[in-house]
């Protein structure tokens, strides 16, 4: 049987401060509901979801 863990999703947040968005923490959760609540406790704001995670091996160029 499969865990429960393994159904959780990375959800992106955002806050303001000052008139500024800032990136806020990624908090796990199993729904996107689950994950606003979160965010009410936390002053923030979910703003997406991370599907994938790309690592780009040996590489370490900067985008610009």
């Not at 959780?8 to 401060?17: C, D, P, Q, S, V």
């Not at 997406?48 to 160029?61: H, S, Y």
Request: with cysteine.
């Amino acid at each position: 049987s499969m865990s429960a863990s393994n159904d959780r999703k990375i959800f992106l947040t955002e806050f303001t401060w000052d008139g500024l968005d800032y990136t806020g923490p990624n908090i796990v959760a199993e729904t996107h509901e689950q994950a606003e609540l979160i965010c009410e406790n936390l002053g923030c704001r979910v703003v997406g979801e991370l599907t994938d995670v790309i690592v780009a091996e040996g590489r370490n160029e900067t985008l610009h």
